[in-house]
């Protein structure tokens, strides 16, 4: 009765702050009536999720980078982005209009999880932090202005609250899909970073989505 209560709160609340609260509805009721949610073939948008009790929606890939003279690996990066506003935005190179990056679109959010496995399991990012090769291979939702420069960063802290799970790839179709739930925490370290009244944290929950997994090969 807990579980049921709590995801009518949050339906609830999502209807009454959410433009796309229908796909939000699906999400959610999937979550309660099922171990594990998936994103409707339906929907116009490859990943959605909650931020902070507010409907996110934006478009994704699954990136592996291939060195020269080697085969794909079985690890990628899930790049995420979206032109959704955010408080404090003052760019002036904005898109026309906001389809979550579906198409053209100047960027205004952009998610990026790392050394994730194409292996069906859940991951906690803690455990993906500890196998990444560079220190910059880490977990990060941005904030950016004018489509690439950087407004506010939040990244995964100490603990194992955050994660990923992968539900099924299908090496056929080049696609995976899964879940994910992230706290991530505002990196004060950035210089000159937005003031804003957006809170320390910003919390994913009932994260979905189904992307497609594209080779990049490197340059020599």
């Known amino acids: 009765m807990f579980h049921l209560a709590r995801t009518l709160r949050i339906i609830r609340l999502s209807v009454h702050h959410s433009p796309h609260k229908k796909l939000l509805l699906l999400l959610v009721l999937g979550t309660a009536c099922t171990r594990h949610a998936s994103l409707p073939r339906s929907s116009p948008h490859n990943v959605v999720s909650q931020l902070n009790d507010s409907t996110w929606f934006a478009t994704g890939k699954a990136i592996r980078l291939i060195k020269p003279g080697q085969q794909p690996g079985s690890v990628f990066t899930l790049q995420v982005f979206t032109d959704l506003d955010f408080s404090g935005n003052s760019s002036v190179n904005r898109s026309p209009a906001i389809t979550g990056c579906n198409g053209e679109c100047v960027p205004t959010q952009s998610l990026s999880v790392y ?18 090769v560079t220190d910059v291979e880490r977990t990060n939702y ?9 407004a506010k ?3 995964n802290g100490k603990g194992r609250a955050s994660w990923v799970r992968i539900a099924r790839y299908d090496p056929e179709s080049c ?5 994910f739930s992230l706290d991530l925490n505002e990196n004060l370290t950035i210089p000159n970073r937005l003031q ?25």
């Open 115 to 132: 050394q994730i496995p194409l292996k069906k399991g859940r991951y906690t990012i803690a455990r993906l932090h500890g196998q990444r």
């Open 153 to 155: 960063e939040y990244v």
């Open 196 to 220: 804003n009244q957006l809170p320390p944290v910003a919390r994913f929950r009932h994260g979905v989505f189904r992307v497609e997994v594209k080779d990049i090969r490197l340059k020599e």
């Open 175 to 179: 696609t995976v899909e899964g879940q």
């Open 142 to 150: 941005r904030l950016l202005w004018n489509g690439s420069g950087l």
